[in-house]
């Protein structure tokens, strides 16, 4: 299985700074037939299921803010937040779709500074 | 606007089988571009991805080995709709269970069930 790693585990930063979070695959999932990388983020807030932000590494889903930002290659990405709002306070994920089984990160819990 | 519906029971006895329903809407469960996904969240196990079904011009399935042999996924087409079947529970099991869609190859889960909390006890 691929063990996937966030850093760190918890964050607190001030609104209007930014904010990274870090993803380690323990195997590449870069897809050399497309040079794409099989890596999500979601936000998850109390009480509700995980929001997919970023698919390919850093393609961000259509309604998401362009405060956020995925960034990457091989077996180490980033999330960025550009300027931390107070309603991005929640929970972040990362998940490797290159191999089954499609395995998340622990989490990075995001808070106000 | 695509829309999944969790249904089934929050209570299962040690030893019996967990099942729970997905209804779709706004799209096919015989899509031959979305996978159909079961994850489950608890505390001690976070975020895990048991398995999925989907359909390219045949049926299939891949399941996570932690689960393996106690899993079905199954897909309805007459109703349009995907179930979990997960059998001989134990508290171990005890989790708050979605049901999700992957939409393309690396497109990440863009829809996501409610969510059911599933509690193993007697």
Redo the contacts between chains.
């Keep these: 299985?691929i063990v996937v790693t966030q850093s760190p585990d918890s964050l607190a930063v001030s609104l209007g700074e930014r904010a990274t979070i870090n993803c380690k695959s323990s195997q590449s999932v870069l897809?050399t037939s497309?040079n794409?990388n099989?890596l999500?983020w979601?936000q998850q807030k109390p009480g509700q299921?995980?929001?997919?932000l970023?698919?390919?590494a850093s393609t961000r889903?259509s309604g998401v803010p362009d405060r956020f930002s995925g960034g990457g290659s091989g077996t180490d990405f980033t999330l960025t937040i550009s300027s931390l709002q107070a309603e991005d306070v929640a929970v972040y994920?990362c998940?490797q779709?290159y191999s089954?089984?499609?395995?998340?990160g622990?989490?990075t819990k995001l808070e106000i500074k | 606007q695509v829309q999944l519906q969790q249904s089934g029971p929050g209570l299962v006895k040690p030893s019996q089988t967990l099942s729970l329903t997905c209804a779709i809407s706004g799209d096919s469960v015989s899509s031959n571009s979305a996978t159909w996904n079961w994850i489950r969240q608890s505390p001690s196990r976070g975020l895990e991805w048991l398995g999925r079904a989907y359909y390219r011009s045949e049926w299939y399935n891949d399941y996570a080995v932690s689960v393996k042999g106690r899993i079905t996924i199954n897909p309805d087409t007459s109703k349009n709709q995907f179930s979990l079947q997960l059998n001989s529970v134990t508290p171990e099991d005890t989790a708050v269970y979605y049901c999700s869609r992957r939409r393309g190859s690396g497109m990440g889960m863009d829809v996501w069930g409610q969510g059911t909390t599933v509690t193993v006890s007697s």
């Design positions: 299985d897809h497309n794409k099989d999500a979601y299921p995980p929001k997919l970023i698919y390919w889903e994920y998940q779709c089954s089984p499609f395995t998340f622990q989490g």
